[in-house]
């Protein structure tokens, strides 16, 4: 229960904020592995590392999308535009240091 108490102070959110929030990460991430296997199924790729790579790249692709796209659906696209432009900062300051 604390863990949860942490992450509505951290985020700023209801109760009811955050279990959309935790909603919309769990469904992003399912509908991204689901769609990541249907791309894979298409380029009808032999299984091996070239697959496994793909799957790993389709999905770093798709995960944003699929969670902005839920987002709205859950009525947390402001909270997911900003938690995806800090993730975003953070990558792109370890990558000029």
Not at 2 to 24: A, E, H, P, Y
């Given at each position: 229960?604390?863990?949860?108490?942490?992450?509505?102070?951290?985020?700023g959110?209801?109760?009811?904020?955050?279990i959309?929030?935790?909603?919309?990460?769990?469904?992003?991430?399912s509908?991204c592995?689901y769609?990541?296997?249907?791309i894979?199924?298409?380029?009808?790729?032999?299984?091996?590392?070239?697959?496994?790579i793909?799957?790993?790249?389709?999905i770093?692709?798709?995960?944003?999308?699929?969670?902005?796209?839920?987002?709205?659906?859950?009525?947390?696209?402001?909270?997911?535009?900003?938690?995806?432009?800090?993730?975003?900062?953070?990558?792109?300051k370890?990558?000029?240091?």
């Amino acid at each position: 229960m604390r863990m949860f108490d942490r992450l509505k102070s951290r985020w700023g959110v209801s109760n009811s904020g955050l279990i959309l929030i935790l909603l919309t990460f769990a469904l992003g991430g399912s509908l991204c592995g689901y769609l990541a296997r249907k791309i894979l199924l298409l380029m009808d790729l032999p299984a091996g590392i070239i697959s496994v790579i793909m799957y790993i790249l389709l999905i770093t692709l798709l995960w944003p999308l699929c969670v902005l796209a839920l987002s709205r659906l859950t009525g947390q696209y402001s909270f997911f535009t900003q938690y995806l432009k800090r993730i975003l900062k953070r990558f792109s300051k370890k990558k000029s240091n």
